[in-house]
């Protein structure tokens, strides 16, 4: 393994990271430059939302700080892990130490994060077919029987990487269980954690263990291993080795980079083109005059057209009616993904929690390509209203995802997910 190999090296955050600090020496040059200001009015506007957005890109850092400090110890991070999990665990283990850490980690694998885990086998063939099991495993987990679940979890972990690499188990010597652009396929992911699950146990030991060694669990040498720690980490190498079977089927075993547009390139093309320049210097935030139709409840057709508070009503509308692949179609997405997987995703994503009614409270416009818009959302859970106030950032862009003054046409409002993080990560309402 190459040990200065950094989850935030792949490609997807690289490319976030680099734009970041390319906006960075922008700003940096338009405090510097008094006629800048002049030739870009409002780009105080523009930071000040690019910044809310860079301070939301911390979590990219997050999968390797994780894995430094729990790997060895049989966690590792992956794409469908909730965040704020991983952020609290990193917290308690500086605060208190890793026994208190992987305490809190087991706990975290519950009923209701098993569900949701076994649930989103279905987007998988090879993870479908073994729901059956799946389920009888969570059973025994909740029920504690962790004798009879950790075997269990055992064997789907090996017989599941056998099919989908069509090569080799989990547990085998030579198992690859490596993606291109992927978190739990890193190298220092399950490669990692399978190198530490499959440690040789020679001799008969009837002391509690924490790890779930395979050989010794398997071949009778381990007499102690029914515990929560052991069984909660099984579930979690089960839920990364989904998201390794995700990315291969995304056709991520082999890189396929592409190149995009970086902020430095694109805002100085906006520099000079005179057309965009004199459009930048006319922009302003619509006044409250201008938007009489806020607040708003009802049909979205009754609000004006290519506005960001419609785009917002639309998406918020279809997820009241599930409609996963208009949800998707809405997003923002800085890498090349095809409407299946945008689908896919935003049902994994927004299928938790499902609002029955909704408010648009009011739009503040940020920049010539942004906006926030203010949202009131309701969902009833178990018998109970909750309601929630979301800021919803949107971005005006063209087909190739470069952002686009909102006077000019042909362009299209899109949402960042990350304003509904709140919600689709939140453990309960």
């Known amino acids: 393994m190459n040990k200065s190999s950094k989850i935030i090296d792949n490609p997807t955050s690289k490319e976030m990271l680099e734009q970041f600090q390319a906006f960075d020496g922008f700003e940096a040059l338009y405090r510097a430059i008094p006629f800048s200001r002049k030739l870009f009015p409002n780009a105080n506007s523009v930071f000040k939302s690019f910044s809310e957005i ?19 110890q049989g966690w590792i991070a992956y794409e469908s892990m909730n965040a704020e999990i991983m952020k609290k665990s990193i917290y308690i283990y500086e605060s208190e130490g890793i026994e208190k850490a992987e305490i809190f980690l087991a706990s975290s694998y519950d009923s209701e994060t098993l569900k949701w885990g076994v649930q989103w086998f279905n987007g998988h063939p090879e993870f479908r077919r073994r729901i059956r099991l799946a389920n009888l495993a969570r059973e025994d987990y909740l029920a504690a029987r962790y004798h009879a679940c950790i075997p269990l979890l055992l064997s789907l972990l090996d017989g599941l990487v056998n099919d989908v690499s069509k090569h080799v188990g989990f547990f085998a010597e030579k198992v690859d269980l490596t993606a291109w652009d992927s ?23 009837e002391e509690d263990i924490s790890i779930p060694y395979r050989n010794g669990i398997l071949h009778g040498r381990e007499l102690a291993f029914d515990n929560q720690l052991v069984a909660a980490k099984c579930w979690a190498a089960l839920f990364a080795t989904r998201d390794w079977a995700v990315a291969i089927s995304d056709g991520k075993k082999t890189p ?13 093309t906006l520099a000079k083109n005179g057309r965009n320049r004199k459009l930048l210097e006319e922009w302003k935030p619509r006044t409250s005059e201008e938007c009489k139709h806020l607040p708003h409840t009802g049909f979205s057709n009754r609000l004006p057209s290519n506005t960001p508070e419609k785009t917002v009503a639309i998406f918020i509308d279809n997820w009241l009616n599930q409609r996963y692949g208009l949800i998707g179609e809405a997003l923002l997405y800085y890498t090349d993904t095809s409407k299946g997987k945008k689908a896919g995703l935003a049902k994994e994503d927004f ?29 009833d859970n178990e018998s109970q209203k909750h309601t929630k106030e979301l800021s919803i950032r949107t971005i005006y862009q063209d087909m190739e995802n470069n952002p686009l003054i909102r006077s000019v046409n042909g362009g299209d409002w899109k ?6 993080s709140e919600v689709i990560y939140a453990i309960n309402l």
């Open 54 to 72: 860079k301070e939301q890109a911390t979590i990219l850092q997050l999968p390797d700080k994780f894995n430094e400090i729990f790997s060895s």
């Open 183 to 205: 978190i739990a396929a890193h190298e220092t992911g399950l490669q990692s954690i399978a190198k530490v699950m499959t440690l040789g146990r020679n001799k008969t030991n």
């Open 256 to 268: 396929k980079p592409k190149e995009k547009t970086s902020w430095k390139e694109l805002l100085s």
């Open 351 to 379: 299928s938790r929690y499902v609002p029955t009614s909704f408010k648009i409270l009011r739009v503040e416009d940020q920049a010539a390509a942004v906006s926030h818009v203010i949202v009131e959302v309701t969902f």
């Open 415 to 420: 949402i960042l997910q990350n304003s509904f």
